[in-house]
């Protein structure tokens, strides 16, 4: 199975900050990657398909990067609303895995 | 609007069988792969199971193969898990979800269905 190490686990920011998360896979996964948004108590939501495509009508604020075994996620300027845990997952090879998740709060 | 809508989770003995449903408004159901992903009290998500748009090709994570299986019914829009042998650590919020068409991502999901495996 494809192993994705997420970091952090979680982080508190400000309004207004700029926020990183990282993704590593443990195989080379060209830039089959996409990144969820959960907020407490909701489903999942697609933020970003094929580590660098923003899916229709998310915030531009967020963004992704990355191919092989790096990724990045980036939330430019962190708004309250954003409070959430954010998940990365790869679709190079069956199972379909997550990263453990990174938590973001609002300071 | 797509609407997916999961029901039929809650409260089942270990060795028992359950079966979810989801129903799906909105899509052209039968365009779509479909998937099931679940997610334990407190803890990340795990992709479970997939089936193709004609119902004739699945797949599954190992923690369920050879006891759930996952089917669809695209004269009724519904997508199904049966569920077999559960055990305690099935326990999780079930989600289905659709994969894009024009991606490889879950982009739309539904609120979930909880299921409880308890004696």
């Known amino acids: 199975d494809i192993e994705m190490t997420q970091s952090p686990s979680s982080l508190s920011a400000s309004v207004g900050d700029r926020v990183t998360i990282t993704c590593q896979a443990s195989?080379?996964?060209?830039?089959?990657l996409n990144w969820y948004q959960q907020k407490p108590g909701k489903a999942p939501k697609l933020l970003i398909y094929?580590?660098?495509n923003l899916e229709t009508g998310v915030p531009s604020r967020f963004g992704g990067s990355g191919s092989g075994t790096d990724f990045t996620f980036t939330i430019s300027s962190l708004q309250p609303e954003d409070l959430a845990t954010y998940y990365c997952?790869?679709?190079?090879?069956?199972?379909?895995?997550f990263g453990g998740g990174t938590k973001v709060e609002i300071k | 609007e797509v609407q997916l809508v999961e029901s039929g989770g809650g409260l089942v003995q270990p060795g028992r069988s359950l079966r979810l449903s989801c129903a799906a408004s909105?899509?052209?159901?039968?365009?779509?792969?479909m998937h099931w992903v679940r997610q334990a009290p407190g803890k990340g998500l795990v992709w479970v199971s997939r089936?193709?748009?004609?119902?004739?090709?699945?797949s599954y994570a190992d923690s369920v193969k050879g006891r759930f299986a996952i089917s669809r019914d695209n004269a009724e829009n519904t997508l199904y898990l049966q569920m077999n042998s559960l055990r305690v650590d099935d326990t999780a919020v079930y989600y289905c979800?659709?994969?894009?068409?024009?991606?490889?991502?879950?982009?739309?999901w539904g609120q979930g269905t909880m299921l409880t495996v308890s004696s």
């Open positions: 909105g899509i052209t159901f039968s365009d779509y792969w």
């Open positions: 195989l080379h996964i060209n830039n089959y």
């Open positions: 979800a659709t994969e894009g068409l024009g991606n490889d991502a879950f982009d739309n």
């Open positions: 094929d580590a660098s």
């Open positions: 089936v193709n748009p004609d119902g004739s090709f699945t």
């Open positions: 997952q790869q679709y190079k090879d069956l199972p379909l895995t």
